[in-house]
């Protein structure tokens, strides 16, 4: 056998120049990348809280009651003559000034 070259045994391979054809252009595929940059808002929420204190003055009446008792005393000096018992209608009333003076808490 002989020696073998080329396609179909005709003779040594021969390399054309690449014939460059047009560019195919493909849909963009899209890449995403995330990033994550964390933001703080603060929120206030206030709350006022008033207490009311409400103050009930109850008057009360008291109506308290003394009672007093006034003894009085009086007295009549009658000049009476003779011993007893003589009856009244024979015995004058004396004068102020023949009483002798009283002794203080006694009531004759």
Avoid: D, E, W
Avoid at 48 to 59: S, W
């Amino acid at each position: 056998m002989g020696t073998q070259t080329g396609p179909a045994y005709g003779g040594p391979t021969q390399v054309a120049p690449a014939n460059v054809l047009p560019t195919v252009v493909h849909p963009t595929q899209n890449v995403v990348n995330q990033n994550v940059i964390p933001h703080i808002v603060p929120h206030v929420h206030p709350t006022h809280t008033t207490t009311v204190n409400n103050h009930i003055f109850n008057h009360q009446h008291y109506f308290p009651q003394t009672q007093s008792v006034v003894n009085t005393c009086k007295n009549q000096h009658f000049a009476c003559p003779g011993h007893p018992p003589v009856s009244p209608a024979m015995c004058p009333p004396v004068s102020p000034a023949f009483c002798p003076p009283r002794r203080p808490g006694i009531c004759f």
